[in-house]
């Protein structure tokens, strides 16, 4: 089962508690994320104090670094130069690595249902990968609390760009455990808007939703995209033998494509972003 709504509560545990059982994989392989979708992700925020929530090993907050270097000059004129920057994170592990990978960064324990700062202490939040593990019907209020008035919550994702034939093709061969749905541009736009905000309208603290995607890429070789996929929660959650063929079933294909079959490449990717505003 790949569409989070699919899963029990139980299953929604496992698999977003799996990570940590990779976390240096996931540090060394997944992706970081295009500037242009943070630089959009955080338009109008009245300040420059970031939350990056679920931050993981610190990919997103990585590149919420790396903003005052590519962005900076126009980010700064609106929001301040440089972010001040807070990353909250539930595993352990993986908070292990977000602290050894950037020991600049504030770093605590929390969670997205219990996040451990003040009542709007933050001009943004922003999520890696991670929002629709979130329970929103409890995070939902949370988020509203520690944003300040006219903030903006974004989820960003990477997804396969499954426009390239060969991108495509890798997807028919692992199938959804490894490259799902919620991992290819179509199926993103109609899951995440109804799925993984919290409530808008009229009763609620946000506003109405706004989606955008921006061009993105991963340079990889063979091998580390395999080591890529086994970071996704459906392949860490298998029995060890499916998961050693599924793979398996990677690795053959990627090894027999003349894209992917000698020396690095760029994976195809879009950043994904869903925003939405606090009412001030």
Not at 84 to 108: K, N, Y
């Amino acid at each position: 089962m790949t569409f989070t709504h699919a899963l029990t509560d139980a299953e929604r545990q496992r698999h977003s508690s799996s990570f940590g059982t990779a976390a240096g994989a996931y540090a060394a392989h997944r992706p970081d994320y295009a500037p242009e979708a943070v630089r959009w992700a955080l338009a109008g925020a009245p300040g420059p104090r970031v939350l990056d929530l679920g931050a993981g090993t610190g990919k997103l907050t990585g590149t919420l670094l790396g903003l005052d270097d590519t962005l900076g000059n126009t980010l700064g004129a609106t929001l301040g130069n440089p972010l001040d920057i807070t990353a909250v994170e539930p595993d352990a592990a993986m908070l292990a690595e977000l602290r050894r990978g950037l020991p600049s960064v504030r770093a605590l324990q929390g969670s997205a249902e219990s996040i451990p700062l003040p009542d709007g202490s933050v001009d943004a939040v922003v999520s890696g990968n991670a929002m629709h593990w979130f329970d929103m019907a409890v995070a939902g209020p949370e988020i509203a609390r520690v944003l300040a008035p006219g903030g903006v919550l974004a989820g960003l994702w990477n997804v396969f760009d499954d426009a390239t034939d060969w991108v495509a093709g890798l997807a028919k061969v692992t199938g959804p455990a490894a490259i799902g749905p919620r991992d290819v541009p179509a199926a993103w736009r109609i899951e995440t808007a109804e799925l993984h905000l919290p409530r808008t309208g009229a009763d609620s603290p946000f506003h109405a939703p706004e989606q955008a995607e921006f061009p993105h890429g991963h340079r990889r070789t063979a091998e580390s995209l395999v080591a890529t996929l086994g970071t996704k929660a459906g392949v860490l959650v298998m029995p060890e033998d499916e998961r050693s063929e599924l793979l398996a079933r990677a690795r053959t294909y990627l090894a027999g494509h003349p894209v992917t079959a000698e020396g690095e490449f760029t994976l195809p990717l879009l950043t994904s972003v869903l925003r939405v505003r606090r009412r001030a």
